[in-house]
């Protein structure tokens, strides 16, 4: 079955503590996104990678890492969490991404991060 | 810049009523318009798209039509039922921006 896969869905941590949610995908996509989800503000893209090696911020980057050394795995990294990133995070992926503008976004199911 | 701009919800309806949910853009070329939907402790699952001016997605019976002239991509279904209720998310794509999200609420 073509899906996303995220974990872990579920995540609460306190301040500072480095945390990883990891993310993958099995359809051999080359674009993978993160987004965050908070009430009032819909989704906003936090990194992005369009291809292995290839990363680049979206509209929200500080206080996140990424890293793409596999085509499928696209790791969203904290590396010291605080409050305000509290928040409902999304992996999704696309064939292509970028200028490729009829590409469908697959998305995961969400990992729900509160820090403490 | 790039922007999408949809009406803030919830939105409350009855069983078979109409529906209609406004979606409005800004972007630099021509865009693809995508409308995804976000049921209750899911992922968005992509609902329509339509990739030029005057395309019109569909799927469910929900329909939406790219309007270049009025800049807008407005989701239209003619009778909503209960299972319908969920988020709904208006993006445009030539770098993936989304909307705040519509909450809309059936009830039976």
């Known amino acids: 079955e073509a899906q996303v896969t995220q974990n872990p869905r579920y995540l609460i941590t306190v301040t500072g503590k480095k945390l990883t949610v990891t993310c993958s995908q099995n359809m051999n996509h080359e674009y993978m996104s993160w987004y965050r989800q908070d009430p009032g503000l819909g989704l906003r893209q936090i990194y992005y990678?369009?291809?292995?090696?290839?990363?680049d911020k979206g509209d929200v980057p500080e206080g996140y890492k990424v890293s793409r050394k596999e085509k499928r795995n696209f790791p969203l990294i904290l590396e010291s969490p605080s409050p305000n990133q509290t928040s409902l995070y999304f992996c999704?992926?696309?064939?292509?991404?970028?200028?490729?503008?009829?590409?469908?976004?697959?998305f995961g199911p969400g990992t729900r991060l509160t820090v403490l | 810049g790039n922007s999408v701009t949809q009406m803030e919800g919830p939105v409350t309806l009855s069983e078979e009523a109409f529906l209609t949910i406004n979606c409005t853009y800004t972007?630099?070329?021509?865009?693809?318009l995508f409308w995804y939907v976000q049921y209750p402790g899911e992922g968005l699952q992509l609902l329509l798209k339509a990739t030029k001016a005057d395309d019109k997605g569909s799927n469910k019976g929900f329909e939406a039509t790219y309007r270049k002239e009025t800049t807008s991509f407005h989701l239209e279904k003619g009778s909503v039922q209960v299972s319908d209720s969920a988020v709904y998310f208006c993006?445009?794509?030539?770098?993936?921006?989304f909307g705040s999200g519509t909450k809309l609420n059936v009830k039976p």
């Open positions: 990678s369009m291809n292995v090696e290839v990363t």
């Open positions: 999704a992926s696309s064939i292509r991404g970028g200028g490729v503008s009829t590409d469908t976004q697959y």
């Open positions: 993006a445009l794509v030539n770098k993936f921006y």
């Open positions: 972007a630099t070329g021509y865009p693809s």
